[in-house]
């Protein structure tokens, strides 16, 4: 029973992965493409390893890949947010088609 | 010193935990490990003392943040997804000024990781001295308000973390 939850849950990891994928490829810019692997890789690759976990159990291999789960939560936003922050201030304009951009007029006062 | 024998034990856990199954040989090296990257890692986790957090309540009101988190993350990969897909590419994004009312650094941390996680927004940068947060929106929608620069989806995270680190 375990193993076909792990199964599907699994499937759905590498769906979300698939679609974090698609985004980088269609989104225009670099803050949409974040947000798109940001969001769909972090759930997707949880995903992935929540089935493994379902398959093995509480042995070695499925504590481990608890661990990585806390670990990735952790650290995906981080990453994702320091990338958006570094390309804003080494001048990568957002898309064209961007409403409104309150970050970009104020970044000479919070420099 | 508490501090410390907090941390310690805290590593020695995520240890153990590592090289599960339990053996004698790994346990005691963990002792050695654990006590080195406490010592290490003691300055990074500055901050309130300890003490004052040991409070059941707190400790509640993160288990009810974990569990609308991870709905805010699921509804967010849905909401993704659905934009990835869709053929015209339906997507309005912009970067926006949000206040917070929030101090300290726990709480900071947890709020811009958790809007980085939920539909639609990752945040970009931190004013502490103003408390405003930058947040990137893929769909800039009526859930953002613009004069009183408040987004529903930070209030609500805002409420919960407030009961946790402040």
Redesign the interface.
Known sequence: MNEKIGMVVIVLGLA?DF??C??LI????V??R???S???V??GTCGILLGLFLFKGF??AG??A??CMVFI??T???S??AL??AA?RSGVK??G????????E?LEN?K | MMKKAFLFMLWYLVWCLLAWPPSMQHMIIGIFVASFVSLMTNDMFSGKPLDTRLNPARYMWFLYYVAVFAWECFKANIDVAYRVLHPDLPIKPGTIRVKTSLKSDAGLTFLANSVTLTPGTTSVDIDRDKGLIYIHMLYISDSYDKDSMKLKVVDKFEKILRRIFE
């Open positions: 979300f679609f974090g698609v985004g269609r989104f225009p810019d803050y949409n974040l947000q798109a940001a969001k769909c972090t759930l042995s070695g504590i481990k608890l661990l939560l952790l995906a936003p981080v994702a947010h958006a922050r804003y957002p898309w088609g961007t409403v409104v951009d309150h970050y970009g104020d919070i």
